[in-house]
């Protein structure tokens, strides 16, 4: 779990419009990591699927890179798609309509929106509640909303890589944790806050594990966090360097290193 410092930072609207999603780079380093899933989740396609009865406009929040603009763009071509994020910088190369903008003071009318869409985003917003609250307020009464984030239990072997390599920088046993980006919007306790706003919420978990035989994506994975290094106690650099010479270890001596993973999909109406 983060400290209350780091849970800050993770919601601190100035860092994340400027630093980590400045443009689409740390973003893209994180979501490469999942190309070595098994099994394999096409998380645009699971959305465009719980959109099949679905007409009108699509919001998505947060929407960052644009891969669930962009799928559903080309899917379905028949709704009306509009992307928001609190960067303008990472929304440069999304699809338009896009739009700045803030989730818990959002620029639309209430009941306007057919379905939206949170994906891997609630745990960056300051109040989780007040941003739900304003999902269910622009959504039409039979509309959806799809959310994503990750278990607390989650990629439990990258924490244990970052706290050995952090140790060995700082000269002790064990060093402190990494930062938790889904520490303040996890999925055990989503259905408790989605659910002050939406009464009937289906979760679809993802579970899988990451095995890969190069360290080059789980260094990129930990090196994309660079937004919040300050936040570390450990010199960061160093630290991801030392990762990487720990990965090479276990890979040569097991052959792979594995991550087990575990996401998840509410999908809530109201």
């Not at 601190?12 to 979501?31: F, I, N, T, V």
């Not at 990494?178 to 002050?196: H, K, N, Q, Y």
């Not at 930990?222 to 270890?249: I, M, N």
Request: aromatic share 4%.
């Amino acid at each position: 779990m983060n400290t209350e410092q780091q849970d800050a930072a993770v919601a601190d609207r100035e860092l994340l419009a400027q630093s980590a999603y400045s443009d689409g780079r740390h973003l893209s380093a994180r979501q490469s990591l999942y190309r070595w899933q098994q099994p394999r989740y096409d998380l645009p396609g699971i959305v465009a699927e719980e959109l099949a009865d679905t007409r009108g406009t699509v919001v998505d929040i947060g929407c960052g890179n644009g891969k669930f603009v962009s799928r559903l763009h080309k899917d379905r071509p028949d709704l009306r798609v509009v992307g928001m994020d609190v960067s303008e910088g990472i929304l440069a190369d999304v699809e338009k309509p896009v739009l700045v903008a803030d989730a818990q003071a959002l620029p639309l009318a209430e009941g306007t929106a057919d379905a939206v869409l949170a994906p891997h985003m609630l745990y960056h917003v300051r109040d989780v509640p007040a941003a739900v609250q304003e999902l269910a307020r622009v959504l039409r009464p039979r509309g959806v909303v799809i959310a994503s984030t990750n278990s607390s239990m989650d990629k439990q072997e990258m924490d244990q890589l970052w706290k050995r390599a952090a140790g060995d920088v700082l000269g002790i046993p064990e060093g402190p944790m990494r930062v938790s980006l889904s520490s303040r919007f996890t999925l055990e306790a989503a259905p408790d806050l989605l659910g002050t706003a939406f009464s009937d919420i289906r979760m679809r978990k993802l579970p899988g594990t990451i095995e890969v035989t190069d360290p080059a994506p789980v260094v990129a994975h930990l090196a994309s966090y660079e937004a919040w290094a300050e936040q570390c106690g450990v010199p960061f650099g160093e630290t991801v360097a030392r990762a990487r010479e720990l990965v090479a270890d276990a890979i040569s001596s097991a052959g792979s290193f594995r991550v087990t993973c575990l996401g998840g999909i509410p999908i809530c109406r109201r």
